[in-house]
């Protein structure tokens, strides 16, 4: 068995890997998502997940219900780390998977892919915790820097963590960002981390303070020139796992299941077959004699 086989299997029992393992491996990835595009390319058939958040127990819920990778090929729209108990391992597996399967997993930035926001809402604390210092923290925070801003699958369905920007008419423009730093406070490459679909006239502040709100006939309009028929996004709670908007226009995919460990939503995926037709799974939390039990710690405090 090969090395990045044996810690795929580890991570599959929700076990980290050393320290300098990771380093190894954090190397490897970075080498092969450096040669990705900031708009990537992805062939269907393929299943699209939207925010995992460190929920490790419910990740591998939605590989029961979706299939093991490589079996399926799967594209992964952010957030992978924050707010769950098991951050590390769930990074790790999925950066592992795409190391060992390039082709076949597709992972894209979210707006918790960031030094900033790793700091405060759980990433940095655990990566510490588990580790004893915050070099893990510093290799997953340098990968996060080279992942891809979106995807498309069939030049048809644009794919990004948040939604669009009021300075991003085209796919060209997305294609000349330069997405190796840390998610700016504005512009372009933070809107599409972090603007969220809403009852607008076209475009309006965001209360997130960061990113906009953009309307029906913003995504129209985008859709239009673009030559797309649907925006698939994550970055909002969804209590049925999955919204379609704007007639059928652009839809939200969540896949963290009972968020937080209290929200009580449904998480969901979204496969597309050959011909890019839609099927929604539904799938809930883990049961509660599977999951690992952290380690006692005080709760933080953007649980409370």
């Known amino acids: 068995m090969s090395d990045i086989d044996r810690q795929i299997e580890q991570l599959r029992r929700c076990e980290t890997i050393k320290e300098h393992e990771v380093k190894a491996l954090c190397a490897k990835a970075r080498e092969i998502l ?32 979706g299939g093991e990778c490589p079996q399926t090929n799967y594209l992964f729209l952010g957030d992978f780390v924050d707010r769950g108990f ?17 082709d076949r997993i597709t992972l894209i930035r979210g707006n918790h892919e960031s030094r900033q926001i ?19 923290w ?18 048809k369905i644009f794919c990004v963590h948040g939604g669009l920007s009021p300075n991003i008419s085209n796919l060209d423009q997305i294609r000349t960002i ?35 709100l953009f309307g029906a006939d913003a995504v129209a309009e985008f859709n239009r020139k673009n030559n797309i028929t649907l925006i698939c996004r994550a970055h909002q709670l969804v209590l049925e796992g999955y919204k379609l908007m704007f007639n059928d226009a652009l839809v939200t995919v969540w896949s ?8 009580g939503n449904v998480a969901a995926i979204l496969e597309l077959d050959e011909n890019c037709n839609k099927n929604f799974k539904i799938f809930e939390a883990a049961p509660r004699e599977v999951r690992g ?8 405090e953007y649980f409370l």
């Not at 510093?138 to 030049?155: G, H």
């Open 178 to 212: 330069n997405r190796k730093q840390e998610v700016p406070h504005e512009g372009p490459m933070c809107d599409l981390l972090w603007s969220d679909p809403d009852e607008v006239d076209s475009w309006a502040l965001s209360p997130r303070g960061a990113g906009y």
């Open 118 to 136: 790793t700091q405060v809402y759980g990433f940095y604390d655990e990566c510490l915790r588990k580790y004893g210092s915050v070099n893990v």
């Open 138 to 155: 510093r290799y997953c925070t340098e990968i996060f820097d080279y992942l891809s801003l979106s995807a498309i699958v069939s030049d």
């Open 86 to 102: 098991f951050s590390v391992e769930t990074f790790l597996l999925l950066l592992a998977l795409k190391v060992r399967y390039p």
């Open 34 to 65: 450096a040669a990705e595009a900031n708009v990537q390319r992805v062939d269907p058939p393929v299943t699209i997940c939207g925010d995992i958040h460190g929920q490790f127990y419910d990740l591998k819920e939605l590989f029961k219900i």
């Open 293 to 300: 039990v952290p380690a006692k710690k005080p709760v933080p």
């Open 256 to 263: 963290a299941p009972n968020y937080c460990y209290r929200c």
